[in-house]
Nanobody, 118 residues
Framework: QVQLVESGGGLVQAGGSLRLSCAAS????????MAWYRQAPGEQRELVAI???????NYADFVKGRFAISRDNAKNTVYLQMNSLKPEDTAMYYC????????????WGQGTLVTVSS
C-alpha cells in the first residue's frame, strides 16, 4: 500500500513563505506524476501544481510565479515552495500521486493545513 505523508504547513503572515513536503513510501519513479492540490473551507479541491516523472511542471494560474514544485528522487519526496503567500492561499494542501497501477489511478495524502494571516 502506498502512503504519502505531507508536512510543512502552518501559520504565516501575508507575504511570507512556506515549504511543503510530501514523502512517499516508495520510489517516485513508481508514479507517472505527483501533484499538490488544495481545498479551502466550503470550496472544491483544486489543482495547484503538478510534476511529471520526467520533471515537467505545470501550475494553476493563481500560483504562477509564486509557487514552485520540485522533486528529490533520492529522498522519495516532492516539495511545494510557496512564496508571496496571500490570505486566499489559506487551505488544506494535499499531495497526490498518479499511476495506472494504483487503485482508482491515484493516491492521496492526509493533508497539511496552511493558514495565511492578513
Amino acid at each position: 500500500q502506498v502512503q504519502l505523508v505531507e508536512s510543512g504547513g502552518g501559520l504565516v503572515q501575508a507575504g511570507g513563505s512556506l515549504r511543503l513536503s510530501c514523502a512517499a513510501s516508495r520510489s517516485l519513479f513508481s508514479f507517472n506524476a505527483m501533484a499538490w492540490y488544495r481545498q479551502a473551507p466550503g470550496e472544491q479541491r483544486e489543482l495547484v501544481a503538478i510534476i511529471s516523472i520526467g520533471g515537467i511542471t505545470n501550475y494553476a494560474d493563481f500560483v504562477k510565479g509564486r509557487f514552485a514544485i520540485s522533486r528529490d528522487n533520492a529522498k522519495n519526496t516532492v516539495y511545494l515552495q510557496m512564496n508571496s503567500l496571500k490570505p486566499e492561499d489559506t487551505a488544506m494542501y494535499y499531495c497526490n500521486a498518479r499511476s495506472s497501477w494504483l487503485v482508482g489511478g491515484e493516491v492521496w495524502g492526509q493533508g497539511t493545513l496552511v493558514t495565511v494571516s492578513s
